[in-house]
């Protein structure tokens, strides 16, 4: 199945998804799917890889940690970022208000395992 099947799927099956976006470990987009502006998704994409590579540094010495998952909150956006391996994450924005975070992480969470398959 196409990675963009699975980002359409995430995207599709949450009411308020604006968008979802796979990119590489310097938030460079490999694959997305939006309601919201592309370009906006992609910019979105590379500052919250810079944030999830800032925490991956600050936890390094502690093996038993890894990061599973950051969850940032703006006045108008709910953010999910999960890494899907060490040179890859998917990024989950939708709009707040929406009370459907715990579904979000559970379908972002499917996808994830999905695009680990894919991928590796």
Known sequence: MPLKA?????TEGIPGAQGAILA???GEM???VS?????????LGAHKGIILNQLREALEG????DVQEIIITT????TLLMPINKDYFLLFAMQRGEEVLGRARFMAERCVRRLRKEIE
């Open 6 to 10: 699975f980002l359409r799927e995430l």
């Open 24 to 26: 590489d470990w310097e």
């Open 30 to 32: 490999v694959d997305q």
């Open 35 to 43: 309601k919201m502006d592309d370009f906006e998704l992609k910019i």
């Open 62 to 65: 502690d093996e038993e940690t």
């Open 75 to 78: 006045d108008k956006l709910q």
